[in-house]
């Protein structure tokens, strides 16, 4: 499960992550403390919970053509980069630090 931090200034609530996947995947389930989305472009299945102020993501995949996979990695990398302020490159930053740390 990767585990995602939040910027200064944005807000791990519920209703934030609830609207950001209405926005970008056009809705999920609600499963306990998991939001679910299902059958997005090449994702199979994506879990998320927030704890402890983070996004936690495990995502479940299928083989696709290249285009369907480019846009569903746009699709997950902007509903992270405005859900969690931090681009792409930012977040990569951070989990080198992190692996470097443990």
């Known amino acids: 499960m990767r585990e995602y931090r939040f910027k200064r200034g944005f807000k791990p609530t519920p209703e934030r992550l609830e609207e950001m996947l209405r926005k970008h995947f056009g809705g999920f389930e609600a499963d306990g403390e998991f939001y679910i989305v299902r059958d997005f472009g090449a994702i199979k299945e994506l879990r998320l919970k927030l704890e402890n102020k983070r996004l936690y993501a495990e995502s479940k995949t299928r083989l696709t053509d290249d285009d369907t996979a480019m846009k569903t990695l746009k699709t997950y990398n902007k509903f992270l980069e405005e859900f969690t302020?931090?681009?792409?490159?930012?977040?990569?930053?951070?989990?080198?630090?992190?692996?470097?740390?443990?």
């Open 85 to 102: 302020g931090y681009t792409a490159k930012e977040r990569q930053k951070l989990m080198k630090k992190e692996a470097e740390k443990g």
